[in-house]
Structure formats: structure tokens, C-alpha cells
């Protein structure tokens, strides 16, 4: 079982949808990441998170360090937001990254 | 500056030539790090590292060669690499690593390699 687990794996949408993809993890952790990557192209960082909640734009990432989870929302979607959305987090003590598996968003016209 | 910036964006390569993949980062950042994405899949980490000493080295074969000439600069030297080692590979720098500081990552657009 993966130290960091996220759901869905793929979400197909319709442009406007609220979308949410969720992040589970299993160790003890520093911090949560979310990363954003286009097709074919690099990484951008859009949040870091070590409690509470964190808002840019209309994005919204939420962690419960209690439960182990996180959750990234996006409001009004829209095209530009297709791509591939990773989950990583800062095991405690470590100094690397554990990545999710990425969750394969699509938003439709 | 917050740009992580990477050369080339693609390369194609023999097994037999010599190339390197060049990173560089002006935001004062003194922890750079390597990986490896293959397609469809999470980043892998290959190298770190923190005040141009390598600290991590994720038992990576030796064709790949970390160097860190100054605290903005990270090259990768490929040499007799292997058809499987066509990836995506991409460059990060933060603060800092460790406990202490912002680990905050700030990732390059990748290098996309092919080996023939």
C-alpha cells in the first residue's frame, strides 16, 4: 500500500463543476503539497499545507492532520484546469518528498 | 526571480554520447534536486542537494553524474545511458531541507530525453 493515496485516479467533468480530489496519507508528516501538471510539461507548486486551510483564486486546499487527509477543490472549473493533480508530502524527519499517484483531471466545454 | 529554469527542453541521445541537463535557480535556494518522471507516473527522486554537497543519492546508477558548481546552478552528466532511461527530467530547488526553513519546492519545465 502507497504511503499517500489519491482519489480519484481520473475525473471528467463539465466546464463550471465544483470538483474535489482527495488526498490520503499514512505517515506522520511536516507538510502536504499539491502540484499541478500540465500535459507534458513541468510542475507548478500551487500549495504547501501544515494545518488549516489555504485558498488562491479558485483553488482551495483543506488538511485534517488528525484524519490523515486532504483535499483540493476547485471552484468554477474550467478547461485551463485539465491536467494531472499531485499529492506529496514531508514525512516527518525525512527530507524528500512521498508522492501520490496523481489524479488525472479532464474538464469538458 | 522564482523561476526554476532547465536546459535543453528536449534531447535526443545515443547510448554512447555524452550529454548534460543543466538547472539553474536565482531565488537564493540552497537545496536542488533531481528527478526522474517517467509517463503516467509520479516524479522519482534521484539526487539532493544542500549547500552544493550531494545529501541524497537514491541508489541511482552511476551513467548519471550530479554536479553543483555554485549554490544556483545544478547540472545532470548522462553518459552510455539506456533506452529506459527515456523520461522526463525535471529540476526543483527550496530554501532549505530538513527540519528547519521553508521546504517549499519550486519545480523547472523538465527535460524531456530520449535515448535511441
Known amino acids: 500500500k502507497n504511503e499517500v493515496e489519491q482519489s480519484p485516479q481520473n475525473l471528467t467533468a463539465q466546464e463550471g463543476e465544483f470538483i474535489t480530489i482527495n488526498c490520503s496519507y499514512s505517515v506522520g508528516i511536516s507538510a502536504l503539497h499539491w502540484l499541478q501538471q500540465h500535459p507534458g510539461g513541468g510542475i507548478v507548486s500551487l500549495f504547501m499545507?501544515?494545518?488549516g486551510k489555504k485558498k488562491h483564486g479558485r483553488l482551495i486546499a483543506t488538511i485534517n492532520i488528525q484524519e490523515k487527509h486532504s483535499s483540493l477543490h476547485i471552484t468554477a472549473s474550467h478547461p485551463r484546469d485539465s491536467a494531472v493533480y499531485i499529492c506529496a508530502v514531508r514525512v516527518q524527519g525525512a527530507q524528500k518528498l512521498v508522492f501520490g499517484q496523481g489524479t488525472r483531471l479532464t474538464i469538458n466545454p | 526571480d522564482t523561476e526554476v529554469t532547465q536546459t535543453p527542453k528536449h534531447l535526443v541521445m545515443g547510448m554512447t554520447n555524452k550529454k548534460s541537463l543543466k538547472c539553474e535557480q536565482h531565488m537564493g535556494h540552497r537545496a536542488m534536486y533531481w528527478y526522474k518522471q517517467k509517463a503516467k507516473k509520479p516524479p522519482e527522486l534521484m539526487f539532493v542537494y544542500s549547500y552544493e554537497k550531494l545529501s541524497i543519492n537514491e541508489s541511482v546508477p552511476s551513467r548519471f553524474s550530479p554536479e553543483c558548481p555554485n549554490s544556483s546552478l545544478l547540472n545532470l552528466h548522462l553518459h552510455a545511458l539506456q533506452p529506459e532511461d527515456s523520461a522526463l527530467y525535471l529540476c526543483?530547488?527550496?530554501?532549505?531541507?530538513?527540519?528547519?526553513?521553508?521546504?517549499?519546492?519550486?519545480f523547472g519545465p523538465g527535460t524531456r530525453l530520449t535515448v535511441l
Open positions: 499545507l501544515s494545518s
Open positions: 526543483a530547488s527550496s530554501q532549505a531541507i530538513g527540519l528547519a526553513g521553508n521546504n517549499e519546492q519550486f
